[in-house]
């Protein structure tokens, strides 16, 4: 079945669509990676937003820690970052926060790890790993 390309999209919130991955994190310790098999969510209206996210996580060994959070326009929401891990373990993890935003900014998962071992962001039938985002008011 090929999902219409306007079933994750209303005229007042956005979802993206489902997909499997895996993103090994393979860049250096605290360094943020753009989780780029989620795709981009572009905001339609001015004002504010109810943004909520959602990442599953993959920790290979004691000590590994993966953390998450949204960006806009290529730059962190405080306030969205959330941190799993400790153990060889999946968790899914996430934020949701309100936040003024301008038409056509653009939002973007990111994950870095914390430690040596192997990490990754995941998304399957299993758990899922994705974006959402609701327009709440004009923020007048």
Known sequence: MTTPANYRKGSTWLQTVPVDFNH??????????????????????PGVWEISYHARSYTGGAGELVRTALFRNGQ?????????????????AGQ??????????????????IGGGNTAVLSNGDGRTGVMAHWVSPGF
């Open 24 to 45: 090994p994190l393979s860049g250096a310790d605290r360094a943020d990676e753009r989780i780029s098999e989620v795709e981009a969510l572009k905001i339609l209206h």
């Open 76 to 92: 962190l929401i405080p306030g969205t970052e959330a941190l799993t891990g400790g153990a060889v373990m999946q968790t899914t």
């Open 96 to 113: 949701t926060i309100l936040e003024k935003f301008d038409v056509n900014d653009v939002i973007t998962l990111h994950a870095y790890r």
